[in-house]
């Protein structure tokens, strides 16, 4: 006999069909089991049910790293729901992390580089590779401008206060290891991160 995915039988449903209201709720006073349920909740389907595919990941937003189930279907991204298997965050997301979806499929999501010129009024596309190279010439012209090799009394610094870095929660350990790394071996000392503050 066919079945609804949730397991119930046709022919049981629509017998129950016919047991007035009030009798199905009487037999179920706390009103959590099937009485409470409406005809079109009977036949609802989970919104995982497509995928083909579970992977399990971390949700990108904050440092408390809550455990996600991403469901996949053909390659592509379908759902994003909250692991059970996580011990930190046992199956639960907050509003941000509940909308990861949209992180992945929103039409708005910004997928080139984005600059505004000085003094300029509107936003420019770049490519990537020229995004980094004036990133790089900045950098390597800041800290030629603002190297301080040694203090008045002739003490060795060797330091920039011309940039600084200051990371983000959504950073993982290893992403801050080597921004710290990084920055430091170029002689900044103004190094932090907002998870922190
Ligand atoms: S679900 Fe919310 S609390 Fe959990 S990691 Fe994501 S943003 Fe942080």
Excluded at 14 to 27: E, T, Y
Excluded at 87 to 104: D, H, M
Excluded at 162 to 175: I, N, P, Q, R, Y
Aim: proline residues 6%; aromatic residues 6%; hydrophobic residues 30%.
């Amino acid at each position: 006999m066919r079945r609804t995915p949730r397991g119930y039988c046709p022919t049981r449903l629509a017998r129950r069909s016919l047991i007035p209201p009030l009798v199905r709720q009487l037999k179920d006073p706390l009103g959590l089991g099937a009485a409470a349920q409406s005809r079109r909740s009977e036949t609802l389907e989970p919104r995982t049910l497509e995928a083909d595919k579970v992977v399990k990941s971390v949700c990108p937003y904050c440092a408390v790293g809550c455990g996600q189930r991403v469901y996949v279907k053909d390659e592509k991204v379908v759902q994003i729901e909250g692991d059970p298997d996580s011990p930190i965050s046992r199956g639960r997301l907050c509003p941000k992390g509940a909308g990861s979806l949209g992180y992945v499929r929103s039409p708005l999501r910004e997928t080139k580089v984005k600059y505004r010129r000085p003094h300029g009024t509107q936003w420019e596309e770049l490519d990537l590779e020229t995004a980094m190279d004036m990133i790089a010439d900045r950098v390597v012209k800041t800290r030629d401008e603002t190297w301080e090799a040694t203090n008045d009394k002739g003490e060795t610094l060797n330091r920039t206060l011309g940039f600084g870095v200051l990371g983000g929660a959504t950073l993982d350990s290893e992403e801050n290891y080597l921004l710290k790394k990084s920055f430091t071996a170029m002689g900044a000392i103004s190094i932090e991160n907002q998870a922190r503050i």
